[in-house]
């Protein structure tokens, strides 16, 4: 690590020593190592077309043709209701479903290219986003008419936003970031309300009073206080989980479904958190041998999910690996804790039925990324930082070279 004493932290003159190397760094990377904006949409473009034109002869689209049909147009659910309107919306103007369906796509395509942006993604770390954008369990559910595409899109603008924040601040990005918080509780609260923790970490480290203390140490405090919140808040949470998600969970599934587990059952918020040793990786993995084997059309979205459950486990270690200070404090205490209240409120969903459960998965699989996504953010040359963080950004950016 650069020592600290050698920048200017309030003029951004650094030290002679480290011209040669800071100049080295100042042009972009190579264009051949970069992520393309225009390689992300073609990505998009071909998991709608391969959705509508191959996957539909061999499993259904969940809920994309209700919406289109405006079979939900009296929805009880305001959230399903305001997708049902906007997918009318939608077919009522192009008049032709992949039309539509590309409609959607390309909105969770802007997220992700928006994303890819902020972050100068380049190098090694463009790898475990592509192996995200190209598994079936990913693509299939972001490139059709549903929640899922605008709930990714919406993911994807947040992401970004928060990298940018990161590096250089931005009141833009503040409320970019904001907004998509919104719409991402509005769309799937359980989800949204961990970025909505991740996105008030973040600000809190970025703009909050500077403690010292390392990374180690806030962690500790913050798990401190989680378990005491936990134990103050555990009455509701228990009525809340035992009373409303887990019987929403069991109720979406039928016995008539090919893929519903019907000897899973968790009972009440004990059995929930006492399972999570196994139910968390079943439900991340999906398909079993066993069920891929009565039903072959699940191979691919088996593999998706080693993917998924390799991806996770290598995303944690590179939160801890990241250049100590900002970057390592974020993904540690902001990304990890959301990545982990995002996980355990999937379960219910995803244990019971795999086939449905990847639908519910494509919703936070990006969101596995987001540490590389830092990495690259302050690895990469950026727009010049904000005055506070001139002399901090070039001490992560050598760390990461090293």
Not at 63 to 68: C, E, P, T
Not at 187 to 203: D, K
Not at 381 to 402: C, F, K, N, Q, W
Request: aromatic share 14%; net charge positive.
């Amino acid at each position: 690590m650069t020592d600290p004493s050698r920048l200017d932290r309030y003029h951004g003159v650094m030290d002679p020593a480290y011209t040669d190397i800071a100049a080295e760094h100042q042009a972009p990377p190579p264009a051949r190592v970069m992520l393309g904006k225009a390689t992300i949409y073609a990505i998009f473009v071909a998991w709608s077309l391969f959705a509508v034109f191959v996957y539909s002869r061999y499993s259904q689209l969940g809920d994309a043709r209700s919406y289109l049909t405006g079979a939900y147009d009296d929805a009880s659910s305001a959230r399903t209701y305001f997708v049902t309107q906007l997918a009318t919306t939608v077919i009522g103007l192009v008049h032709v479903d992949v039309l539509a369906h590309l409609v959607f796509s390309l909105f969770a395509a802007s997220g992700v290219a928006y994303l890819v942006g902020q972050a100068r993604l380049h190098g090694q770390y463009r790898w475990p986003l592509l192996a995200i954008l190209l598994i079936p369990s990913f693509g299939v559910w972001a490139s059709v008419v549903g929640r899922e595409s605008l709930y990714i899109g919406l993911l994807g603008f947040f992401m970004g936003a928060l990298v940018g924040y990161v590096r250089s601040g931005g009141f833009l990005r503040w409320w970019l970031a904001v907004f998509c918080v919104a719409g991402m509780v509005f769309i799937r609260a359980p989800f949204g309300a961990a970025m909505a923790g991740c996105f008030l970490m973040t600000w809190i480290l970025v703009r909050g009073p500077r403690t010292g203390l390392s990374t180690g140490v806030q962690a500790l405090v913050m798990f401190l206080l989680a378990a005491l919140v936990l134990v103050v808040a555990w009455p509701q949470l228990d009525a809340y989980i035992a009373g409303e998600v887990l019987p929403k969970a069991r109720s979406y599934f039928t016995i008539g479904s090919a893929t519903t587990r019907m000897w899973v059952n968790i009972a009440d918020t004990n059995e929930l958190f006492s399972s999570l040793w196994w139910t968390l990786p079943l439900s991340l993995v999906g398909p079993t041998p066993g069920e891929v084997l009565s039903r072959p059309v699940m191979f691919p979205f088996m593999v998706s999910g080693l993917v998924v459950f390799f991806v996770l486990l290598y995303a944690i270690q590179q939160a801890f690996r990241a250049p100590a200070g900002l970057p390592r404090k974020v993904l540690v205490l902001a990304w990890l804790p959301a990545m982990l209240v995002t996980l355990v409120a999937y379960v219910p969903f995803g244990i019971y039925n795999p086939g449905s459960g990847i639908r519910y998965a494509s919703c936070f699989l990006l969101f596995l990324v987001f540490p590389w996504m830092v990495r690259s953010g302050v690895a990469a040359p950026a727009e010049t930082p904000r005055m506070r963080h001139r002399g901090v950004i070039y001490d992560y950016r050598l760390a990461e070279l090293r």
